[in-house]
């Protein structure tokens, strides 16, 4: 009585959240079902199944974790090309992703209560929405808390960069709540690669191959971008001496907010990714999301796009397999324990290039 009591006055509060708190429930219902009949049909003893069965365990948290590095390595793009043109971490990055996942669900919402029910057209007009409202807030961060402090001390636009954080944070606690906003499927289906003897399956979602393949394409458009084109050179001449490439006609302003604005657009697509993947939304996902990105980033070799993959694959990797083989509190321990590890060997990361000191 207490909980429907509930649920009828937040309904009158806000339809839009009613709606996501019962799915939510729902979400929540048919995963208990579902872990109840798991329960019944596997055998009791985890331990021998992947005693008996190594490979099929491995091979399945090696998917998870492939998918869960791809997400990474989007984030991680925008990282890095930020730092490779203006020389600091823009560390509102991560809620600019946190932005996008919800920018993406609102334009979802929009869509089915207008009738809209053909799911490629939904994703393509989600995406394309997400992409162009996250651009422009990432031009906003640029134009807000790093053109004003660019020739200010080193830690000045940093410090903005961080207080901007918060205000997106906040700001997004405070106009969607701080519910988990939940969605339905989109992309349901899958493929079942191999099934054990003692019931364990190997299985393949649709949405998994989705956005491993959305990540390798993205990397090598922008790739491409930055090796092919006019953009692309006077990046790399904005990297190399500001001042020399506006000397030779590169206009540095609108090339340090082309970059801002594509490393937005990646971080839509990375925030359309994560809401398709887990399902749900919240106001604080982009700061953790946001810090192992930064580590991806810096992990690959900042500065460089395939390192900044790479290493997004490396942190995703490490994190699911120590989750499936030792504890999961300790995950996070893990990836930064490596890290550190890597970086006393390669100071520059798997992929950096060691900088060049002008004189």
Not at 142 to 164: C, D, K, T, V
Not at 234 to 250: F, I, K, N, P, S
Request: charged share 10%; with cysteine; proline share 3%.
């Amino acid at each position: 009585m207490r909980n429907e009591l509930c649920t009828s006055l937040y309904a009158k509060a806000s339809p839009v959240a009613a709606v996501s708190s019962l799915l939510l429930q729902q979400m929540k219902c048919s995963r208990a079902a579902g872990a109840q009949e798991l329960s019944q049909e596997l055998p009791l003893s985890g331990v021998k199944l992947r005693q008996r069965q190594p490979m099929d365990y491995f091979t399945q948290q090696l998917i998870n974790g492939l998918v869960l590095g791809s997400i990474y390595g989007l984030i991680a793009i925008g990282y890095t090309m930020v730092y490779g043109i203006v020389g600091m971490i823009n560390f509102a990055h991560g809620d600019i992703f946190m932005i996008g996942g919800f920018i993406a669900l609102i334009t979802f919402l929009i869509l089915i209560s207008i009738g809209v029910t053909a799911v490629p057209l939904i994703l393509l007009v989600v995406l394309l929405v997400a992409m162009a409202i996250t651009a422009l807030y990432g031009w906003t961060v640029e134009r807000i808390a790093y053109r004003p402090l660019r020739h200010s001390f080193r830690l000045a636009p940093m410090l903005s960069a961080i207080g901007m954080s918060f205000v997106l944070t906040n700001y997004s606690q405070v106009a969607q709540g701080a519910r988990v906003k939940p969605i339905p499927p989109l992309i349901t289906g899958g493929y079942t690669l191999h099934e054990s003897a003692d019931g364990f399956v190997i299985q393949l979602s649709n949405i998994q191959i989705l956005v491993v393949i959305t990540t390798i394409v993205l990397l090598l458009i922008f790739n491409r971008l930055v090796l092919r084109t006019r953009l692309g050179r006077d990046m790399r001449a904005c990297e190399q001496d500001q001042t020399m490439a506006a000397l030779l006609g590169v206009n540095v302003d609108r090339t340090i907010s082309m970059t801002f604005v594509i490393g937005a657009a990646l971080a839509a697509v990375a925030g359309l990714m994560y809401l398709l993947y887990y399902g749900q939304v919240d106001f604080n996902m982009g700061f953790v999301a946001g810090i192992k990105a930064f580590t991806a980033a810096v992990l690959g070799g900042i500065g460089s796009l395939p390192g900044a993959v790479l290493g997004g694959l490396a942190i995703g990797l490490i994190e699911t397999f120590w989750s499936a083989y030792f504890s999961v509190e300790y995950k996070d321990v893990a990836a930064f324990s490596i890290l550190i590890i890597v970086l006393i060997f390669m100071p520059t990361g798997l992929l950096g290039r060691p900088e060049v000191e002008k004189v």
